[in-house]
């Protein structure tokens, strides 16, 4: 019954296309033969996480630059071209292009043209987020993949966007502010350079003196030992601890005053999302259970039908 409503509420929202049979749970059953669709990409992840677990961080935001940088969960991002949405600056650190790839061969051997690539992305994202601490979650499988991807239609917001157009920009598709607060906390797994928040770290507005937002312990070790002649060095938006864990200590880095990205800082001080972050970092399990629903919303922005779209062969390229 709740997914039924999830999706109603969706199509009311304009993020579902109407013209076709949603996107459903358990979608693949039956599609592939005696093969398990999702047991197989559950697998292919596993695997890889195995022995390299940042691939959740791969995921969660080649996902989110997927869904969020045209306003559709499309599978346009992992299209390659000269003006493809890979070309866009936002993109160019995205990765984990070659694990939907080997997934899609896998898939392509024993039902060839079932399963389209944006549902591999969606179901690998989901499977990783699960290994990497976060809990179970099923996700409505039945997109199609875009005919194109351009780097012209890339829209994604900046790090220092403030909390108003932060929540104004994700409100195009339907989030409200604690889903948008919710969706910030994939930054748990998160990293940064350098080179984003050095002004942070030495000139804040042409001060020539920190971020004072930022606990001055942090902008000392940052500032010395991570950040200092090398503006490419990765920079954890999270604990070092805690970095390649999906759970709820993002939130109380930003009490801590050790938001990293502007944005991450602002929402722990906004008097619109203050409240929201303080409620995520008392309790992991409100956490992960409003994370899930928000990567399962962000999964339906804009799908294509069978009209609008196609079951692309091999991700990269078109049919």
């Known amino acids: 019954m709740a997914k039924h409503v999830a999706i109603v509420v969706l199509l009311v929202l304009g993020l579902v296309n109407s013209s076709y049979a949603s996107p459903s749970v358990g979608y693949y059953t039956g599609k592939c033969g005696t093969n398990d669709v999702e047991s197989i990409i559950k697998g292919i992840v596993q695997a890889r996480f195995s022995y390299d677990p940042d691939i959740i961080a791969f995921l969660l935001r080649l996902l989110f630059h997927d869904s969020m940088g045209n306003k559709q969960t499309d599978g346009s991002l992992l299209l390659k071209g000269p003006n493809s949405e890979q070309t866009a600056v936002p993109n160019f650190t995205v990765k984990g292009y070659d694990l939907i790839d080997t997934i899609k061969e896998a898939l392509e051997n024993v039902c060839p043209g079932v399963v389209s690539c944006t549902d591999i992305m969606v179901a690998a994202t989901r499977d990783a987020v699960l290994l990497a601490g976060g809990i179970y979650f099923d996700v409505p499988l039945g997109r199609y993949d875009s005919l194109e991807g351009?780097?012209?239609?890339?829209?994604?917001?900046?790090?220092?966007?403030?909390?108003?157009?932060?929540?104004?920009?994700?409100?195009?598709?339907?989030?409200?502010?604690?889903?948008?607060?919710?969706?910030?906390?994939?930054?748990?797994?998160?990293?940064?350079?350098?080179?984003?928040?050095?002004?942070?770290?030495?000139?804040?507005?042409?001060?020539?003196?920190?971020?004072?937002?930022?606990?001055?312990?942090?902008?000392?070790?940052?500032?010395?030992?991570?950040?200092?002649?090398?503006?490419?060095?990765?920079?954890?938006?999270?604990?070092?601890?805690?970095?390649?864990?999906?759970?709820?200590?993002?939130?109380?880095?930003?009490?801590?005053?050790?938001?990293?990205?502007?944005?991450?800082?602002?929402?722990?001080?906004?008097?619109?999302?203050?409240?929201?972050?303080?409620?995520?970092?008392?309790?992991?399990?409100?956490?992960?259970?409003?994370?899930?629903?928000?990567?399962?919303?962000?999964?339906?922005?804009?799908?294509l039908d069978e009209n609008q779209g196609e079951i692309r062969t091999q991700c990269w390229k078109t049919n």
Do not use: W
Request: aromatic residues 12%; proline residues 5%; negative net charge.
């Open 150 to 303: 351009l780097a012209s239609k890339v829209d994604l917001p900046p790090p220092d966007i403030s909390v108003a157009s932060a929540i104004a920009y994700y409100e195009q598709v339907g989030f409200t502010d604690l889903e948008t607060v919710v969706l910030l906390g994939g930054h748990t797994v998160g990293v940064t350079h350098c080179n984003v928040i050095k002004d942070r770290l030495y000139n804040y507005k042409g001060t020539q003196q920190p971020d004072p937002a930022l606990d001055g312990f942090y902008v000392f070790f940052l500032g010395s030992f991570i950040c200092q002649n090398n503006d490419d060095n990765f920079v954890f938006l999270d604990s070092p601890n805690s970095v390649r864990t999906v759970d709820n200590s993002y939130y109380q880095m930003l009490l801590q005053g050790k938001g990293i990205l502007p944005v991450d800082n602002a929402i722990a001080f906004d008097a619109s999302t203050a409240a929201y972050v303080q409620a995520l970092a008392d309790s992991n399990d409100y956490f992960l259970d409003l994370f899930a629903k928000v990567i399962v919303k962000m999964s339906l922005v804009g799908v």
